[in-house]
Each structure stands twice: as structure tokens, then as C-alpha cells.
């Protein structure tokens, strides 16, 4: 069987085109404008690729060559399948209407079933989607909560779609760049990824006067981007000495050191699907305290990787943060077990 994959998560798109090669001939499809140059180590050799050459186009009719270029490479594979992700860019759409034309059968991977809090979607986006949950063979999603979302929510029918947990996702670009020398920083609490909404950062800085009540010389490390960050200054005001803020885009290097660094990982969102952040976490050993949102109390098992607390509860998200902070080795029992789950 030959595979085509391509879409808008890179790290997820060369894992998932590893695993495959283990049993098809591969081809993926690399925007080289996307590409950190340390994600060519992890492609297995015996995967295929594909890269769009040059800077990124402005619009669209500067990519109108690269995606006839990109057509014929497709054409010259020959694929029995194609994966890609729901929604993507004018590439994978291409794709996608490439394959249909020519009845190669379509899988789509959709991370998210609907928007998430605060996100806006322009009527191209959601023709993209439309089109393609509506004339794909088969959608895959990441949890069995989110499975029955998608059914419900877009009257799919049932055999089409299916749930694969998330899985590894980015834990091998963040494991390149592990170091042995850098050593766990006792009481300190790490909030990592994009910075909206959803993920609730203002709950775990509302917790934070419960929490140093309790162990006063903890800190939480803030480390992403997003929508703008004066909400949460305001939220700190004066109390700024028990965080450390990273408010940019993080380098798989300097994450690997906040992962390494890091006593447990949290996360407070009040909305989501899924979260890459869970397994990244697991590469490294950490437990997780996490909200009952989505399909994530799916991979965080509940006493045993972790803590599942309500969503908007600084109480109870302080309690739990509290109880593993104060127990060293229920601490690292529960990151071993994640590593191995």
C-alpha cells in the first residue's frame, strides 16, 4: 500500500508517517518554510518526502506552481490512500480535491471537533472543512467523548468515524534536545503551550494564593504565546515573584529544559479536545493535573498519571497541585507511569 500524508501539524504528520512506514511506502509532504531543521533527524529512512522549496507565498496565486509541482509528485506516487489533517491550507485542500477526482481513498485526522473558545473561523476556513468531514471516506479523531461529538454535532455517520488516542505527538523534537545535567527544580508547576481562552491560565493564577499559603517557596513557570498577555500581568499584579514568565514561542530546546526542570504540569483549560502537552509531559516524567474537559481525562488516568479536577475551580485545582507537591515519590510514581502509558 502507498500513503500519502500531509497537514498542518508537522511533528504529528513525521511521526504518524514513522509509524506508517513500518508497514506502506510513504510519502510526506514537508512545508520547508514550517521545517525546523532538527525535524530531518527524525525521519525514518525509509520514508519518502516532499518539500515545498522557497519562502511562503503571500497569497495564493504565488503558490498556484508549487501546488501543480506538489499534484504531480502525488500523481508520480501513486497513492492507494491519503491522510491529512481537517482543515489545513489551500495544499492540503488541493489534496484532498486530488484525490476525490481520482477516487484514492481519504482519511481525515480532525484534532478539534468544534472552535474553540474565542476562535473564529472565515467562511473559507469552514468551506474546508465542510467539504472535506462531508466527502472523506473515513475521520479519525482523538478520543472516544470526541467521536460521539463529531457524529452528533455533523450527523456523521457512525462507521465513518473513529477515535485514536493522541499519542506521542511532540515528544520526539522536544527528546531531541533532553540533557542529563538539568535537574528537576523542587515545587515548580509548569503551564506550557499557546496561551487563549480555553486553557484557563487565569484559574491557576487565581489558585496561586492557595497554593504558596501552603509551600510559599513554589513557582509557576508560564511558558507560550497567543492572545495578549495583560490580562494576565493584571491577574499577577504584586505577586509576580512566585512566577516565571516565557511569554513566546518556546524552542524545542529551551522546552525540553522546562520539562526537565519541572515538577508537575498543569492543565487548567476550560475547554479542549485534546492536548499534546499530556504526552509531552509523560516523555519526561511528569505527572499531570489536568480539568474534566474534552477526551483528556482519556490519556490522563486519574490516580494514577495524574489528577482530574473540575474545569473554573482554583480551589480544587490548588489542592490537587498541593497534594503531589508535598509527595515526592507519589510524584515521580505517577510520571514513571505516564512514560510507560
Known amino acids: 500500500m502507498r500513503v500519502v500524508i500531509s497537514g498542518s501539524f508537522i511533528d504529528y504528520e ?8 513500518k508497514l506502506s511506502d510513504v510519502l ?8 525546523p531543521g532538527e525535524f530531518y533527524k527524525l525521519i525514518n529512512s525509509k520514508v519518502n518526502y516532499y518539500i515545498f522549496k522557497g519562502a511562503k507565498p503571500k497569497n495564493i496565486f504565488g503558490k498556484i506552481p ?28 488541493s489534496i484532498f480535491m486530488y484525490s476525490r477526482i481520482f477516487r484514492i481513498k481519504t482519511i481525515i485526522t480532525c484534532h478539534d471537533v468544534k472552535p474553540h473558545k474565542g476562535e473564529h473561523y472565515n467562511f473559507a476556513f469552514k468551506f474546508r472543512l465542510y467539504i472535506m468531514r462531508t466527502f472523506s471516506n473515513a475521520i479519525i479523531v482523538h478520543g472516544e467523548k ?18 485514536v488516542h493522541i499519542g506521542e505527538h511532540e515528544v520526539a523534537p522536544f527528546k531531541l ?21 480555553y486553557k484557563g491560565l487565569k484559574y491557576l493564577i487565581k489558585a496561586e494564593p492557595m497554593i504558596t499559603e501552603k509551600i510559599p517557596n513554589c513557582k509557576i513557570v508560564i511558558a507560550g504565546t497567543g492572545e495578549n498577555f495583560g490580562e494576565y500581568n493584571i491577574l499577577i499584579g ?20 522546562l520539562f526537565k526542570q519541572c515538577s508537575v504540569v498543569v492543565l487548567p483549560y476550560v475547554e479542549a479536545s ?37 474545569c473554573q475551580d482554583p480551589r480544587a485545582l490548588a489542592e490537587a497541585i498541593i497534594k503531589l507537591l508535598n509527595d515526592d515519590e507519589l510524584r515521580k510514581k505517577w510520571g514513571k507511569k505516564g512514560l510507560l502509558s
Do not use: C, W
Not at 28 to 35: D, G, H, T
Not at 84 to 90: E, Y
Not at 248 to 253: C, E, F, G, P, T
Open 14 to 21: 513525521l511521526q504518524f508517517g514513522n509509524f506508517i512506514s
Open 238 to 257: 504584586d505577586r509576580r515573584q512566585h512566577f516565571v514568565i516565557h511569554n513566546y514561542r518556546i524552542s524545542y530546546q529551551e522546552g525540553a529544559e
Open 177 to 197: 534536545f533532553e540533557r542529563s545535567d538539568i535537574k528537576e527544580e523542587k515545587n515548580s508547576i509548569l503551564f506550557f503551550g499557546r496561551i487563549y481562552e
Open 274 to 310: 485534546q492536548s499534546g502537552v499530556v504526552p509531552t509531559a509523560y516523555g519526561f516524567k511528569k505527572p499531570i493535573i489536568a480539568t474534566n474537559v474534552g477526551s483528556i481525562d482519556e490519556i490522563v488516568d486519574d490516580g494514577k498519571t495524574g489528577l482530574i479536577v473540575p
Open 146 to 163: 470526541l467521536r460521539q461529538q463529531m457524529i452528533e454535532t455533523y450527523r456523521m455517520p457512525p462507521d465513518k468515524v473513529f477515535f
Open 28 to 35: 510526506l509532504v514537508l512545508p520547508k518554510y514550517e521545517l
Open 66 to 93: 508549487k501546488l501543480i509541482d506538489l499534484l504531480i509528485a502525488i500523481h508520480h506516487f501513486k497513492p492507494d490512500v491519503v491522510h491529512l489533517q481537517l482543515g489545513g491550507d489551500i495544499a492540503d485542500f
